[in-house]
T-cell receptor
Protein backbone atom coordinates (compact mmCIF):
# COMPACT_ATOMS: atom_id res chain seq x y z
CA UNK A 1 0.00 0.00 0.00
CA UNK A 2 1.54 3.27 -1.14
CA UNK A 3 1.12 5.95 1.52
CA UNK A 4 1.71 9.00 -0.69
CA UNK A 5 1.45 8.53 -4.43
CA UNK A 6 2.05 10.89 -7.31
CA UNK A 7 1.26 10.74 -10.99
CA UNK A 8 2.94 10.92 -13.36
CA UNK A 9 6.44 9.89 -12.27
CA UNK A 10 8.00 11.43 -15.33
CA UNK A 11 6.79 14.34 -17.40
CA UNK A 12 8.57 15.61 -20.50
CA UNK A 13 6.94 18.54 -22.25
CA UNK A 14 7.56 21.59 -24.39
CA UNK A 15 7.85 25.16 -23.22
CA UNK A 16 4.53 26.95 -23.10
CA UNK A 17 2.46 23.84 -22.40
CA UNK A 18 0.16 23.39 -19.42
CA UNK A 19 0.50 20.29 -17.25
CA UNK A 20 -0.86 18.85 -14.02
CA UNK A 21 0.61 16.61 -11.34
CA UNK A 22 -1.65 14.65 -9.02
CA UNK A 23 -1.03 13.54 -5.46
CA UNK A 24 -2.99 11.25 -3.16
CA UNK A 25 -2.34 10.12 0.40
CA UNK A 26 -4.04 7.26 2.23
CA UNK A 27 -2.60 8.05 5.66
CA UNK A 28 -5.60 10.01 6.86
CA UNK A 29 -3.43 13.11 7.24
CA UNK A 30 -4.91 16.61 7.37
CA UNK A 31 -2.03 18.50 5.77
CA UNK A 32 -0.47 18.15 2.34
CA UNK A 33 2.44 19.93 0.69
CA UNK A 34 4.14 20.56 -2.62
CA UNK A 35 7.92 20.92 -2.74
CA UNK A 36 10.27 21.69 -5.62
CA UNK A 37 13.75 20.16 -5.69
CA UNK A 38 15.96 21.76 -8.28
CA UNK A 39 19.15 20.54 -9.92
CA UNK A 40 21.16 21.64 -6.88
CA UNK A 41 18.98 19.35 -4.76
CA UNK A 42 17.56 22.19 -2.67
CA UNK A 43 14.14 21.15 -1.36
CA UNK A 44 11.91 24.20 -1.20
CA UNK A 45 8.30 24.33 -0.06
CA UNK A 46 5.79 25.78 -2.50
CA UNK A 47 2.34 25.24 -1.00
CA UNK A 48 0.60 23.62 1.92
CA UNK A 49 -3.06 22.74 2.45
CA UNK A 50 -4.73 21.81 5.71
CA UNK A 51 -8.14 20.22 5.32
CA UNK A 52 -8.51 21.65 1.81
CA UNK A 53 -7.55 25.15 2.97
CA UNK A 54 -4.41 26.86 1.65
CA UNK A 55 -2.14 27.66 4.61
CA UNK A 56 1.30 28.13 3.04
CA UNK A 57 1.77 29.92 -0.24
CA UNK A 58 5.42 30.67 -0.78
CA UNK A 59 6.67 33.05 -3.42
CA UNK A 60 6.17 31.07 -6.57
CA UNK A 61 5.01 32.30 -10.00
CA UNK A 62 1.24 32.46 -10.29
CA UNK A 63 1.57 30.02 -13.19
CA UNK A 64 1.56 27.41 -10.42
CA UNK A 65 -1.87 26.73 -8.98
CA UNK A 66 -2.60 24.06 -6.38
CA UNK A 67 -6.02 22.52 -5.88
CA UNK A 68 -7.27 20.29 -3.10
CA UNK A 69 -10.59 18.63 -3.94
CA UNK A 70 -10.54 16.80 -0.59
CA UNK A 71 -8.02 16.34 2.19
CA UNK A 72 -6.59 13.18 0.62
CA UNK A 73 -5.73 14.85 -2.68
CA UNK A 74 -3.58 17.80 -3.66
CA UNK A 75 -2.95 18.56 -7.32
CA UNK A 76 -0.57 21.02 -8.92
CA UNK A 77 -1.34 22.69 -12.21
CA UNK A 78 1.37 24.56 -14.07
CA UNK A 79 0.56 26.96 -16.90
CA UNK A 80 2.90 28.15 -19.64
CA UNK A 81 5.78 25.92 -18.63
CA UNK A 82 9.28 27.43 -18.73
CA UNK A 83 12.72 25.84 -18.89
CA UNK A 84 13.36 26.85 -15.27
CA UNK A 85 10.41 24.77 -14.13
CA UNK A 86 12.43 21.61 -14.80
CA UNK A 87 12.86 19.96 -11.42
CA UNK A 88 11.56 17.15 -9.25
CA UNK A 89 8.25 17.98 -7.57
CA UNK A 90 7.49 16.16 -4.34
CA UNK A 91 4.17 15.87 -2.63
CA UNK A 92 4.13 15.21 1.11
CA UNK A 93 1.62 14.85 3.91
CA UNK A 94 1.63 15.18 7.68
CA UNK A 95 -0.87 14.72 10.46
CA UNK A 96 -0.32 17.62 12.72
CA UNK A 97 -0.12 21.31 13.10
CA UNK A 98 1.28 21.15 16.64
CA UNK A 99 4.93 21.80 15.88
CA UNK A 100 6.07 18.45 17.22
CA UNK A 101 6.38 14.91 15.96
CA UNK A 102 3.03 15.30 14.25
CA UNK A 103 4.80 17.50 11.74
CA UNK A 104 6.60 14.42 10.38
CA UNK A 105 6.17 14.62 6.64
CA UNK A 106 5.86 11.57 4.42
CA UNK A 107 6.94 12.11 0.87
CA UNK A 108 5.67 10.76 -2.39
CA UNK A 109 8.08 9.30 -4.97
CA UNK A 110 8.37 12.57 -6.86
CA UNK A 111 7.50 13.73 -10.36
CA UNK A 112 10.47 14.44 -12.60
CA UNK A 113 9.50 17.31 -14.89
CA UNK A 114 11.65 18.17 -17.88
CA UNK A 115 10.71 21.18 -19.98
CA UNK A 116 12.31 21.28 -23.43
CA UNK B 1 14.62 34.73 6.22
CA UNK B 2 15.01 31.46 8.10
CA UNK B 3 18.29 29.79 7.21
CA UNK B 4 19.49 26.25 7.70
CA UNK B 5 23.17 25.63 7.04
CA UNK B 6 24.72 22.27 6.32
CA UNK B 7 28.10 21.40 4.86
CA UNK B 8 27.22 20.10 1.39
CA UNK B 9 30.09 17.62 1.39
CA UNK B 10 30.71 15.10 0.11
CA UNK B 11 31.70 13.71 3.47
CA UNK B 12 33.66 10.51 2.97
CA UNK B 13 34.12 8.03 5.80
CA UNK B 14 35.44 4.47 5.78
CA UNK B 15 33.07 1.62 6.49
CA UNK B 16 32.68 1.06 10.22
CA UNK B 17 33.62 4.62 11.17
CA UNK B 18 31.43 7.27 12.79
CA UNK B 19 29.93 9.83 10.42
CA UNK B 20 29.17 13.23 11.92
CA UNK B 21 26.71 15.52 10.14
CA UNK B 22 26.18 19.06 11.36
CA UNK B 23 23.45 21.65 10.98
CA UNK B 24 22.98 25.20 12.24
CA UNK B 25 19.77 27.17 12.04
CA UNK B 26 18.88 30.83 12.34
CA UNK B 27 15.33 30.68 13.75
CA UNK B 28 15.56 30.82 17.56
CA UNK B 29 11.87 29.96 17.67
CA UNK B 30 12.48 26.46 16.27
CA UNK B 31 11.79 23.94 19.00
CA UNK B 32 11.85 20.64 17.15
CA UNK B 33 13.98 19.19 14.40
CA UNK B 34 13.95 16.45 11.83
CA UNK B 35 16.67 14.56 10.02
CA UNK B 36 15.75 13.04 6.69
CA UNK B 37 17.79 10.78 4.43
CA UNK B 38 17.52 10.98 0.65
CA UNK B 39 19.04 8.39 -1.62
CA UNK B 40 19.90 9.51 -5.13
CA UNK B 41 16.77 9.59 -7.28
CA UNK B 42 14.51 8.84 -4.33
CA UNK B 43 12.30 10.82 -1.98
CA UNK B 44 13.32 11.98 1.52
CA UNK B 45 12.60 9.55 4.35
CA UNK B 46 12.50 10.23 8.07
CA UNK B 47 15.54 9.24 10.14
CA UNK B 48 15.13 11.06 13.43
CA UNK B 49 12.99 13.59 15.28
CA UNK B 50 14.36 15.49 18.28
CA UNK B 51 12.96 18.30 20.42
CA UNK B 52 14.88 18.15 23.71
CA UNK B 53 18.39 19.42 24.27
CA UNK B 54 20.89 16.60 24.49
CA UNK B 55 21.17 13.28 22.72
CA UNK B 56 18.56 10.96 21.29
CA UNK B 57 19.61 7.52 20.14
CA UNK B 58 17.88 5.19 17.71
CA UNK B 59 19.93 2.18 16.68
CA UNK B 60 23.10 3.36 14.96
CA UNK B 61 21.80 6.93 14.77
CA UNK B 62 22.20 9.60 17.44
CA UNK B 63 20.77 13.08 17.10
CA UNK B 64 22.25 15.84 19.24
CA UNK B 65 20.52 19.15 19.89
CA UNK B 66 21.83 22.36 21.45
CA UNK B 67 19.20 25.08 21.21
CA UNK B 68 21.40 27.71 22.87
CA UNK B 69 23.98 27.26 20.11
CA UNK B 70 21.28 26.70 17.47
CA UNK B 71 22.99 23.52 16.46
CA UNK B 72 21.76 20.04 15.70
CA UNK B 73 23.83 17.08 14.56
CA UNK B 74 23.43 13.50 13.47
CA UNK B 75 25.96 10.79 14.28
CA UNK B 76 25.95 7.50 12.41
CA UNK B 77 27.92 4.77 14.15
CA UNK B 78 29.39 1.77 12.34
CA UNK B 79 28.75 3.44 8.99
CA UNK B 80 27.74 1.13 6.17
CA UNK B 81 27.92 1.66 2.40
CA UNK B 82 24.10 1.60 2.47
CA UNK B 83 24.24 4.81 4.54
CA UNK B 84 25.63 6.64 1.50
CA UNK B 85 22.99 9.28 0.80
CA UNK B 86 22.22 12.96 1.33
CA UNK B 87 21.11 13.88 4.85
CA UNK B 88 18.71 16.78 5.23
CA UNK B 89 18.30 18.79 8.41
CA UNK B 90 14.84 20.36 8.89
CA UNK B 91 13.92 22.59 11.81
CA UNK B 92 10.23 23.18 12.42
CA UNK B 93 9.46 26.89 12.19
CA UNK B 94 6.36 29.00 12.47
CA UNK B 95 5.27 31.27 9.63
CA UNK B 96 1.55 31.48 10.19
CA UNK B 97 1.58 27.70 10.40
CA UNK B 98 4.22 25.14 11.25
CA UNK B 99 6.49 24.16 8.41
CA UNK B 100 9.77 22.37 7.87
CA UNK B 101 12.64 24.42 6.47
CA UNK B 102 15.08 22.05 4.81
CA UNK B 103 18.82 22.60 4.61
CA UNK B 104 20.59 21.83 1.35
CA UNK B 105 21.82 18.56 2.77
CA UNK B 106 25.15 16.86 3.36
CA UNK B 107 26.13 14.13 0.94
CA UNK B 108 27.67 11.19 2.78
CA UNK B 109 29.79 8.58 1.07
CA UNK B 110 30.79 5.47 3.03
CA UNK B 111 33.79 3.79 1.46
CA UNK B 112 33.93 -0.04 1.73
Amino acid sequence: DTAVSQTPKYLVTQMGNDKSIKCEQNLGHDTMYWYKQDSKKFLKIMFSYNNKELIINETVPNRFSPKSPDKAHLNLHINSLELGDSAVYFCASSQGTSGGAGETQYFGPGTRLLVL
Amino acid sequence: QKEVEQNSGPLSVPEGAIASLNCTYSDRGSQSFFWYRQYSGKSPELIMFIYSNGDKEDGRFTAQLNKASQYVSLLIRDSQPSDSATYLCAPVSWAGSYQLTFGKGTKLSVIP
